[in-house]
């Protein structure tokens, strides 16, 4: 499965050892380093050639690479993604992108349907070794349609892999992680991120499988991805002072998800919340405080509490947050555990 | 020409047939002037209120107001219904929808913006691309089963027609003979991808002809071919026989939107040689020539265009934030309890912080 | 909201008391119902018309109620529920079908992005009354595509309204009811049950919002829906044969969860089994078994189990009724939970 | 005739173009006929395999042999590639799939079939109305990237023209120049729906114009006819000239499957006006007016595909499922823990009951 070592495309490509970027750089670099390694890798989508796409992630890719390799394709999901099957049949690595979380959906029979069953339907003689990039969640102010967590849909997909980074180190590593694997591989890019700079070893990927524990702790695990991580960490920040020490786990992995991890993090803090800004209802949430749940029933203090997004469409930036489980929200959550008492 | 048989047909391109004014009288010429002075001026003051934060962002219709104001100019109000991009201010203007209601979307109040849909007849802004191309179809076979004379009329653009759902709209429309004119302003542009890298075949309107629909290509900077091709779709339509295609050439002179950067993938150059004609400016040197206007009725047009800006940028300025609880609200016509739960715990934790 | 009180469109009808149908039978004539009470719905999709749906749910109402209200269109799903929103907005209460629950895929963009967001986009001036009818589930043998769950997404798509009737009498009433509502309701019919019989009691539908038990029990609570209902009723019966006494809840309404009747119902059993067909994982399952883990988190005896399909795509014929859960399965996860020891 | 022409060219309709034989030798007219005779006679031998309970269901072709025949006889093998719909097992028997690999499906053995695709030169099947056909432009793609000669074959029908994917294959390949046919199966029906409730405009190949893309209808029950036109749109594509259309005019003589009912929607009076002369018939008259084959060599065709349906219906009567492991085995290349411990409790669980 999901090996734990880094990704092994790197002979053609040499690195410094740790470099500060942003996760829009990181990403850059990682898809630059793919398509050097690799000849059979693809990256296309709407805007994704001249322009470098509208987040710039394949900025300058196109000039360096060819518009053979780096394309601009026309505007229709179903057509990126059914043409992506039929490039992987031809023995092609795509990476195509959607341009944004919600125009996935136009592409959700191709996904479901052929993306994540061609391996399956042809006795896996039809490898799929589609990386899908979806700039995804909310945060940044969008209009309708541009601010959409598709986790909980993408992770109940049969023959479907999910991952989203939370820092530039991880978006560099998983990018190329996934990109080299033999299957499906949804990647999701939370947009609200793409800015923020971090330390990126070039070298050493650490281990790319399973959830990081990104901030130990012993009270309460806080269990996050993408976006969410950095605004747990800061909860986590605001609870020490006091005196609550929170684990931040990032769970990285949406599907298969890392239930292992959640065990041993939970097994020792005996609470857990977990916070994404998809709806409530049917979210990966549930999935989440389920596996908890059922791993850690003896030990369990409280019912593991969900801080998310609510059962209303992603609000316009004006309410978005509202929407958006904010610090004050999650540490409510928090202390609803935290004081939970058996009746 | 006959514009009913099936396949493009190009009216308004060869100066003789778009400098004729068929139908319209001086009056009407003029207020076309005006509304074209009011978008233009609306639309590059949008820009600069994003760049002066007053709003986050905008996607400016700068170059595409005779496709706008003359299309929805050939609208009967009554009941006509026009289906909107996130880029038809100029449509909205028109049509007479309130424009403080309307942009308040692009100050990030509300998706798909603040003006009652049924009175203003304007679909609420689309931001899927393609999206409401089957609305169109579905209300207009509304019509038909309701036996009322109205016509959908449905905006999209170069870029939009590669998405399969327009030729599902194609084909049910022509299928069930509905009144619906499908409206694309070709304005060379999908974002940064040319319409050469987007539209095999090279048109839009040269896709009606396997549907067995007329198209009209019209030159879209020319108001008063884009009205007259406009008008000759819509009785098309109302008169039973069937959808038909308006493909409006023209050129979207500023950025995709506020954020957008065309100096990435296109150059000055470019842009001055594609953009052809500026529709106010080609409109008033005919207005002037024809003796339909004066300077000062350009003036005095100008001027209401200035001081309507201002009153809608005041209404934007003033517009605060829809009350959180209006998230929960407009769900459903019929709450549940789960989300009654939730907007309870929502308030309480609002309160607490 | 959904309001306790059976459908009001009845003036036009003239009921018999109690009726002996198929689930079928029962469907047609609630669909011949609301025809004819209500001048503004209109019955459409793949083969509806003259053939009367692959189903025959459908039949003889094209002839009945003319080729103008029931209709066959061309054979495109996004344009099937794409028209539908311009129906609603021209004051139609449109019931379109997809064929197989897999062919609502293509049609997924304009149900999320357009069906389940037009009242909200449009603050509620355009509503959108428009029930979707999802042959859902496996159990016929049939090609690929034609056994797919879909309640786990559109549980999660705000906006969205989903309901499954288990038995004929449900099955007359809640369609009934569901198209006599204002908001888009996802009607998933569990097609394998289409041709059993059951007594429809035509002027009473007894209680339609919300969860129903169908077997009242003290030991553990079996919560299904759809075909799975009839399954766990036979296991609750072989149960008996041990001294388990088992209680059916039939959720009936994927969304919204009658949260409050998971409660009083596992409150009193303290222990849970949730069986459903979908994958395993996102599945509602989870969500259903976070509920109550929430709600009765001080009196549960064991973790809430789950029984259900596994993370692979649906299989062909020959291996359904190793994927489906069975008997032995669902047995398994009953005495999983009766046999767990806090360790 | 000029078939590279943008736009529908009609070839095979008339006697004069169809009754002639462009480029076959005899002994390849002898093996369509033998193809198409084996093709007959496996499709209505499984109608009885359903009806005997062997399979529990099954889409016959019966009509529609000469084009599923004639076109996969134009593929070359070495580079092309061909996909289906569930529809063409005279695709899959000319191309030479083993047969038992492919009807395996129809036994509710595997979904797709368990032949090799990449080895068979034939993509899964597909039950997805439309769904592979994006796939075949991808693929044509990637020969064009790879500076291989292979063309892809794309096989859909007359109710799957309606779906957005269509379109959207057909913009992408002309746009990019994809090696990629188009080989729509016009046969007047999608289960109940006539193509004149299906298709505006009439026919499928009239919409390749409006991409710029060349087209040919062709007759669909003429084995000669269908073989010329996929070979010259295959040759189209494969010297550069990009995507082309082809639609074979047929008739859907049996019931859309085995669970249909067809005298639901159409009278058997339809069913004989339109199902046009008998591919095989006219092929066999035709070899006999011209001196091809004798009556000994159609009696051995015969006896050749009777005895190869026993041997298919013996593999097929042999066939058992396939071990539920495999549910999990072919789910990934690389598989989960989460995949791994859920096949453990399945294990457990089976052998348990
Ligand atoms: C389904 C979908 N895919 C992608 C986008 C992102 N997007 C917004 S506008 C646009 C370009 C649209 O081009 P065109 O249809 O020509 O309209 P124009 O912007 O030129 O008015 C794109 C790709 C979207 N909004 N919806
Ligand atoms: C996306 C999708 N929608 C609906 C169906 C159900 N269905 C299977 S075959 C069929 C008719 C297809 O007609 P056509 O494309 O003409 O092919 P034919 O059956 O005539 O060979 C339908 C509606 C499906 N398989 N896929
Ligand atoms: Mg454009
Ligand atoms: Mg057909």
């Not at chain 1, 986790?151 to 109940?156: I, Q, R, Y």
Request: hydrophobic content about 40%.
């Amino acid at each position: 499965m999901l090996e734990s070592t880094t990704a092994t495309l790197d002979a053609a490509v040499e690195y410094a050892e740790v470099e500060h970027l942003s996760m829009q750089q990181a990403l850059n670099r990682a898809l630059d380093d793919v398509l050097t390694a690799d000849p059979k890798t693809l990256v296309f989508g709407e805007d994704c050639g001249r322009l470098g796409g509208v987040f710039r992630i394949t900025d300058g890719l196109q000039a360096k690479h060819g518009d053979a390799r780096v394309f601009d394709t026309p505007l229709a999901e179903s057509g990126i993604l059914g043409m992506s099957v039929g490039l992987a049949m031809a023995g092609f690595h795509p990476i195509p992108e959607v341009q944004f979380d919600g125009f996935a959906y136009p592409a959700i029979n191709q996904i479901v349907c052929q993306i994540a069953r061609m391996n399956y339907r042809s006795r896996g003689k039809l490898p799929m070794p589609v990386t899908l990039r979806v700039p995804s969640f909310g945060g940044i102010r969008a209009p309708e349609h541009h601010g959409e967590s598709l986790e909980a849909l993408f992770a109940h997909v049969p023959g479907l892999k999910v991952v989203s980074p939370s820092d530039a180190h991880d978006a560099y590593h998983l990018l190329k992680y996934a990109a080299s694997r033999p299957d499906p591989v949804i990647f999701m890019e939370p947009k609200s991120r793409y800015w923020q700079k971090g330390p990126v070893d070039m070298r050493d990927g650490g281990t790319l499988s399973g959830a990081r524990i990104v901030r130990p702790g012993r009270h309460l695990t806080l269990v996050a991805w993408g976006a969410m991580v950095a605004r747990c960490l800061q909860v986590a920040e605001l609870a020490a002072e006091d005196g609550i020490d929170v684990e931040v786990l990032d769970l990285r992995w949406l599907k298969p998800i890392d239930a292992e991890a959640l065990a041993r993090s939970v097994g020792k803090t005996r609470r857990a919340v977990v916070v994404h800004e998809a709806p409530l209802t049917s979210g990966l949430g549930a999935e989440v405080a389920q596996l908890i749940t059922q791993q850690c029933f003896d030990t369990l203090k409280a019912p593991v509490e969900r801080v998310t997004g609510f059962d209303v469409p992603y609000p316009s930036g004006d309410l978005e947050d509202e929407y958006i489980p904010n610090i004050d929200r999650i540490l409510l959550g928090i202390q609803r555990v935290l004081e939970y008492r058996r009746g | 020409m006959d514009i009913l048989q099936p396949g493009p047909v190009t009216v308004g391109t060869a100066p003789s047939a778009s400098e004729t004014t068929p139908g319209l009288a001086p009056e009407q010429l003029r207020e076309l002037y005006s509304l074209m002075a009011s978008v233009r001026f609306l639309d590059t003051s949008a820009v600069a209120w994003q760049r002066q934060g007053i709003i986050p962002g905008y996607a400016p219709e700068l170059g595409q107001e005779a496709a706008q104001v003359g299309s929805a100019y050939a609208l009967d109000l009554d009941c006509d219904f026009a289906f909107p991009t996130y880029r038809e201010m100029g449509v909205a203007r028109t049509i007479g929808v309130d424009m403080v209601a309307y942009m308040s979307t692009h100050k990030a109040t509300w998706h798909g913006g603040m003006y009652d849909p049924q009175e203003s007849r304007l679909a609420p802004i689309q931001a899927v691309v393609a999206g409401s191309v089957l609305h169109a179809v579905g209300w207009a076979h509304g019509q038909t089963l309701q036996g009322t004379p109205g016509v959908a009329l449905s905006y999209f653009g170069d870029g939009a027609s590669s998405q399969g759902d327009v030729h599902e709209a194609m084909n049910f429309a022509a299928v069930m003979n509905a009144p619906v004119v499908f409206f694309i302003q070709n304005n060379g542009w999908a974002i940064s991808v040319p319409t050469e890298k987007q539209v095999a075949g090279g048109s839009v309107s040269a896709r009606a002809a396997g549907y067995g629909m007329p198209a009209i290509q019209v030159d879209g900077n020319d108001v008063v071919a884009v009205y007259e091709a406009t008008r000759r779709a819509l009785d098309h339509a109302r008169t039973g026989h069937g959808p038909m295609v308006v493909e409006a050439m023209t050129y979207r002179r500023g950025p995709h939107s506020t954020a957008d950067d065309p100096g990435r993938y296109r150059s000055l150059d470019d842009e001055r040689i594609d953009a052809g004609k500026d529709p106010l400016e080609r409109l008033r040197k005919r207005m002037l020539a024809d003796g339909i206007a004066d300077d000062d009725f350009f003036a005095a047009a100008h001027e209401t265009a200035r001081s309507e800006e201002e009153a809608i940028r005041a209404g934007i300025e003033a517009l605060g934030p829809r009350p959180g609880s209006e998230m929960f609200e407009f769900v459903f016509q019929e709450t549940t309890p789960s989300l009654e739960t939730q907007a309870n715990r929502w308030r309480e934790e609002s309160d607490h912080a």
